[in-house]
């Protein structure tokens, strides 16, 4: 079976600072995994995803994630935070097809 | 090209009745997957329809329900609604990829309150 753990159910940063939002998991074979974004009262915005290769993913507005399988961690990350990006991240495994497993949600805020 | 559609985006329904939520994929994506979303529960997946057939299926009751037409829009019915059904129901489509390495891009959701 395959889970998503995301340590911190929120995360305060100052605008301008480096966010990090943590993503753990376990999953029998090639992990593919996602981060979304969800603002209030809407859907899920998709920003990024690990499939193979390059450790290091660039994802939509300025957000990144590193891969490290050691670890099984798939942080994400931006150099400078925007009150903007204040929202509910999720991060994903899928690895049985069409199917996502999501961890619990991590709230970003940040503080102008 | 026009995203992920729901309808409708809100819905109040009383205990016992049954309900049905519609979903229309991006133009081009034969894959839809459908989740449930509660603050207590999270996100959790419910079933996955490719070329009409379920693919793949969540640990949800029978009351829970799904099917997909051959114009790839997917609809879900839940019957005999309980107050715990009350949740976000998310629909998400994505090409038809085996291995789970396909994008899923989400719709609106549809908001079900159970009275």
């Known amino acids: 079976a395959q889970s998503v753990a995301q340590p911190e159910d929120q995360v305060n940063v100052a605008e301008g600072n480096p966010l990090t939002v943590k993503c753990t998991y376990s999953v029998s074979g090639n992990p593919y995994l996602f981060w979304y974004v969800q ?3 809407r859907g899920l915005q998709f920003l990024l995803k690990y499939i193979t290769g390059d450790n290091l993913v660039k994802g939509s507005y300025g957000f990144e994630a ?4 050691s670890q099984t961690s798939f942080h994400l990350k931006k ?10 991240y999720f ?6 097809g069409n199917m996502l497993t999501f961890g619990g949600g991590t709230r970003l805020m940040v503080k102008p | ?10 819905l109040i329904k009383t205990r016992g009745q049954q309900v049905t939520l519609s979903c229309s994929p991006i133009s081009g994506h034969r894959s839809v997957s459908w989740y449930q979303q509660t603050p207590g529960q999270g996100l959790q997946f419910l079933f996955e329809y490719f070329s009409e057939t ?25 019957s005999t609604l309980e107050l715990g059904d009350s949740a976000l129901y998310l629909c998400a489509s994505s090409f038809p990829g085996m291995g789970g390495e396909e994008t899923q891009y989400f719709g609106p959701g549809t908001r079900l309150l159970v009275l």
């Not at chain 1, 150099?79 to 509910?88: K, N």
């Not at chain 2, 090209?1 to 809100?10: E, I, L, M, S």
């Not at chain 2, 693919?55 to 997917?74: E, Y």
């Open chain 2, 1 to 10: 090209k026009a995203g992920v559609t729901q309808t409708p985006r809100y």
């Open chain 1, 66 to 69: 590193e891969f490290n399988k």
């Open chain 1, 79 to 88: 150099p400078s935070a925007l009150v903007s990006d204040s929202a509910l």
């Open chain 1, 91 to 96: 991060c994903a495994v899928d690895n049985a």
């Open chain 2, 54 to 78: 379920q693919r793949n299926k969540g640990n949800f009751p029978g009351r829970f329900s799904g099917r997909q037409f051959s114009n790839s829009r997917s609809e879900m019915n839940v």
């Open chain 1, 39 to 41: 603002y209030p009262n």
